[in-house]
Nanobody
């Protein structure tokens, strides 16, 4: 049974950094997509970053490109989201997700992912 557990959220001042972690259990297959999405108050869930585990290829939404970095540690079955230069508009609930079969063009589409964690709140204060 696939289980995703996020951690690392919190409250930070604008310009600060946070690193989110997503611990995966129940799936050790390298051929999978891991994504981070966020849901801001009153908004739909949006994909912000994704990584294809087998190749390490990464994908980013324009809104976070150059500020966020997704990475993986396959020995720990964990995916990270390093978030730098945070701004108040980054305030959201952040979710980790897994999907086994995706086209790369769909990597940032949250609705394409089957398995989800419970989320971790990120609040950026101005």
């Amino acid at each position: 049974q696939v289980q995703l557990v996020e951690s690392g959220g919190g409250s930070v001042q604008a310009g600060g950094s946070l690193r989110l972690s997503c611990a995966l259990s129940g799936d050790s297959n390298y051929n999978k997509w891991m994504g981070w999405s966020r849901q801001r108050p009153g908004k739909e869930r949006e994909g912000v970053a994704a990584i294809y585990s087998a190749s390490g290829n990464t994908y980013y939404a324009d809104s976070v490109k150059g500020r966020f970095t997704i990475s993986q540690d396959n020995t720990k079955n964990t995916v990270y989201l390093q978030m730098n230069s945070l701004a108040p508009e980054d305030t959201a609930m952040y979710y980790c997700a897994l999907e086994r079969n995706l086209w790369p063009t769909d990597a940032l589409i949250a609705s394409q992912y089957k398995y989800w964690g419970q989320g971790t709140q990120v609040t950026v204060n101005s």
